[in-house]
């Protein structure tokens, strides 16, 4: 059974990459968000089995919206992490958020998502 996904961007361009990357690799995208606020609110909606989550939000960081994502009620998606910078400028934030792990954007693959999930 596929995997269900919400993508959650600023940038309406990496939000249709993403897409497109993951939905030919058989996931399921079932929503995107382009804020913290919003990804709480489509997470709750839609409920993901995973949430592709960008470190940089408009109105907060990537790992807060995890955190509160983890905390929510209800069975709490599998969280991976996207940036379009490298894992080692987050130092131990990526590790101590509750993510399943992360993958850089220029990187961004099914494969690179499956492999975090297993």
Known sequence: MPKTVLIVDDHPSFRGSARAILEAEGFVV????????????????????????????????????????????GAAPEIVLVSSRD????????????????????????DAVSALLE
Do not use: M, W
Request: hydrophobic share 45%.
């Open 30 to 73: 079932v929503g995107e968000a382009e804020s913290g606020a919003a990804a709480l609110d489509a997470t709750r909606r839609l409920h993901p089995d995973v949430v592709l989550l960008d470190v940089q939000l408009p109105d907060g960081s990537g790992f807060d919206v995890c955190s509160a994502l983890l905390q929510a009620n």
């Open 87 to 110: 894992a080692c400028d987050y130092g131990g934030l990526i590790a101590s958020c509750g993510a399943c792990g992360f993958v850089p954007k220029a990187e961004l693959s099914g």
